[in-house]
Structure formats: structure tokens, C-alpha cells
């Protein structure tokens, strides 16, 4: 039998997770500085070798490299943050974020973000029974955050978004929010989850946001 947890379980988790979300950003002093994205847009220019490039594909293992484009800001610098200190673990990106000071981070993930993406009318397609868990934080379509320190899901690569939850669910990536939520879910269920979000309009490549500063829904 596979479990599914029922509505006022979810409830309870979003509220408990809602709690854990503010105890970990002030533990992790997240709060954010005044950002310059011009400032952002002349620090940001090797990202677009990698993130300005459509499908182009991490290493060992073989996954997209993620759209930045449009992504929440606090999200991003607090995404740097973990790459320099290890708590996210990939070489190329502990290199690129170790570089940078902590105005430095704010300012890069405010060029990125551009002009932030906005949420759908509805959901494109019908979404797995798996996302109940996904939506109350990321929206029903993945592009209305619950907070600015959670990422927008919505037109993310699919194999991108199965990596990250793969190395959520091992605890790769430290996360206690992420970790606790993850538990719960199967991972034979991560490809149809990811498959759903990928395909709602949102995230682009960083050589939109160069070009025009937005994403542009298609």
C-alpha cells in the first residue's frame, strides 16, 4: 500500500515547515542587503557560460545546468552561499562561489532575477498526486512562492529539478526544510514531478535576462 498523506496532514507539515523555513534563515543570517544589479550584471558575466547556455549539461553525473533566469533573489544568494561553504557539494560552482563576498552574492542574484517571473492563470496540465506536497510552498504551478527563499519551479529542466531532489533525499544538500519534506516522497514519483513543473512557462536562460532583462512566457 502507498501512502498518502491526507489534506489536514499536509496542512500540519506546511505549517511546521512554514516555522523550520524562518528559524533556518535566521540561523543562516539571511537577510538581505541592499542590492545593485548593475553592480550584479558586470560580477554575473562568467555564469553565462554555463546558465546562458540553452541545455547545456552538468558532468558526472549528466543532468541541465539550471535556468537562473527570473529566480527568486534571496533564494539565489542564499543558493551561493551553500555552494561556497559546501552545503551544496559540485566543484565547478564551490570555485565560482568562494570568489565572491557576501554584497557580492545579493548583487549577482539580483541581476539574475531580472524581472521576477509571475505566476500563471492556472496550471498547464494536470499535476501528479505527488505535487500536494510541492505546491503549498512553490505554488500550483511552481512560479508563486510561499517565501522569496524558495526557488521557482516552474519552467525549470526536468532532470535538473530530479537531481536536486535525488540530492535532497540523500542529504547532498543540507536543507533541513527540503530534507523533511522529501522524506516523504517516493523517487519513483520525482520524474513525473518534474516533468510537471518543466513544463509550466517561468525560468529562462541568463542570456534572456542580458538581452532583455525578463522571461518571456511562451
Do not use: W
Request: proline letters at 6%; glycine letters at 10%; aromatic letters at 8%.
Amino acid at each position: 500500500m502507498k501512502f498518502r498523506p491526507t489534506a489536514a496532514a499536509i496542512a500540519l507539515g506546511v505549517i511546521a515547515n512554514v516555522a523550520a523555513v524562518s528559524a533556518y534563515a535566521q540561523e543562516r543570517g539571511s537577510a538581505q542587503a541592499q542590492s545593485n544589479a548593475e553592480r550584479g550584471k558586470v560580477l554575473a558575466y562568467t555564469c553565462h557560460g554555463c546558465h546562458g547556455v540553452p541545455n547545456y549539461k552538468n558532468a558526472y553525473p549528466n543532468y541541465s545546468v539550471p535556468k537562473l533566469g527570473g529566480q527568486n533573489a534571496r533564494y539565489l544568494a542564499n543558493a551561493l552561499k551553500a555552494y561556497s561553504t559546501g552545503e551544496r557539494p559540485h566543484q565547478t560552482m564551490h570555485s565560482q562561489a568562494t570568489t565572491l563576498s557576501d554584497q557580492d552574492r545579493v548583487d549577482v542574484a539580483a541581476y539574475l532575477q531580472g524581472e521576477p517571473v509571475q505566476p500563471g492563470k492556472q496550471a498547464f496540465g494536470a499535476p501528479p498526486p505527488a505535487a500536494q506536497t510541492c505546491v503549498a510552498c512553490h505554488g500550483a504551478d511552481g512560479a508563486k512562492t510561499l517565501s522569496p527563499e524558495y526557488p521557482v519551479l516552474a519552467g525549470q529542466y526536468a532532470d535538473y529539478i530530479v537531481q536536486a531532489l535525488k540530492d535532497y533525499k540523500a542529504g547532498r544538500r543540507k536543507n533541513p526544510v527540503m530534507g523533511g519534506i522529501i522524506a516523504g516522497v517516493n523517487e519513483s514519483e520525482f520524474e513525473a514531478l518534474a516533468r510537471f513543473f518543466q513544463n509550466q512557462g517561468g525560468l529562462c536562460s541568463t542570456e534572456d535576462i542580458r538581452k532583455t532583462g525578463k522571461c518571456e512566457k511562451e
